[in-house]
């Protein structure tokens, strides 16, 4: 929020809002956007070198914990399911690898591919 390049240009706040209500049922929750740009904002012109800052950083790195463990689980269960699924095609020979537009042009060739 303090970094001196980024002042006064448009950001983008991507802020899920899955929330449990009372009964424990999923719901969406509003109320997360303002909280957390109402933190954004209190962090503006603050000193991250003090203890207050210190303090506050690992609540949020506590808070979010759960949710970024679960993302990267997502993520990895994915990662492998395409890694597994490449190594199956590869085996079998079905695997086809595509040029891209920088080797169909290659810098260090005299030759471009048509």
Same mark, same amino acid.
């Given at each position: 929020m303090n970094y001196a390049p980024f002042s006064g240009k448009p950001m983008v706040l991507?802020?899920?809002i899955d929330g449990t209500s009372k009964d424990g049922k999923k719901t969406e929750d509003y109320q997360i956007w303002a909280d957390e740009i109402k933190l954004l904002e209190g962090l503006v012109g603050s000193d991250r070198d003090t203890d207050e800052f210190r303090?506050? @950083?690992e609540a949020l790195q506590a808070r979010g914990r759960a949710e970024r463990e679960?993302? @990267?689980a997502q993520v990895d269960r994915k990662k492998g399911k395409v890694v597994v699924a490449a190594a199956a095609k590869q085996a079998q020979g079905k695997l086809k690898w595509k040029k891209t537009k920088e080797a169909k042009n290659c810098d260090s060739c005299d030759e471009a591919e048509e």
């Open positions: 991507e802020t899920p303090a506050l @950083a679960r993302i @990267a």
